[in-house]
């Protein structure tokens, strides 16, 4: 099993589009953050985990799971990369790999240390694109291999035939 833990904040400074969201709406671009990371975990079959600072969230430590990924606020006097470290020692065994998603150079050292790969944020970046064209290159072939109708419809008629389908009248 592979498990991909992510600097949420890191990653968010570092990738062009959430860092000009995160200056309008920083909720947003954690959001967003985590709505890329469930496409890739979807795609790859990865588990992933995204890790945030409680810095930026006051209050105390928080975890939950929303697009089936696992989202964790540190406590207030823990950072991301202390966070990241424990949970690196804790998932780490024989069957499972742990790559932490960082480019902060002190935390690449403190993972390797744990038996951990690291992925800088432009490398996940990359990764997250190749992902997009794939599951769009599926989506285009999925549509090329739908039966067209074995009777030609004028759009009219089909329209009619569509809302008879849902029940509309």
Same mark, same amino acid.
């Given at each position: ?14 990738? *062009?589009? !959430? ?23 979807? #795609? ?6 995204? +890790? ?6 006051? $209050?105390?430590?928080?975890? #939950? ?9 540190? %406590? +207030? ?22 790559? +932490? ?45 739908? *039966?067209?109708? %074995?009777? *030609? !419809? ?12 849902? $029940?509309?009248?």
């Amino acid at each position: 099993m592979d498990i991909l833990i992510v600097d949420g904040y890191n990653i968010i400074g570092a990738w *062009p589009e !959430l860092n000009d969201l995160k200056k309008k709406d920083l909720a947003s671009a954690r959001d967003r953050l985590i709505e890329i990371m469930a496409d890739y975990q979807a #795609y790859t079959g990865y588990k992933v985990i995204v +890790v945030f600072d409680a810095y930026e969230v006051k $209050g105390i430590e928080k975890k #939950y799971r929303k697009h089936k990924i696992d989202v964790i606020f540190t %406590k +207030v006097e823990e950072t991301a990369d202390e966070r990241i470290e424990k949970l690196a020692v804790e998932l780490n065994n024989i069957k499972t790999q742990i790559h +932490v998603a960082t480019s902060d150079f002190t935390e690449q050292w403190a993972i390797f240390g744990q038996g951990a790969l690291r992925i800088s944020a432009r490398e996940l970046l990359i990764e997250v694109e190749a992902v997009d064209r794939k599951i769009g290159g599926r989506l285009e072939k999925t549509k090329e291999t739908i *039966p067209a109708a %074995k009777i *030609p !419809l004028s759009v009219e008629v089909a329209e009619i035939f569509e809302k008879w389908r849902r $029940g509309k009248k």
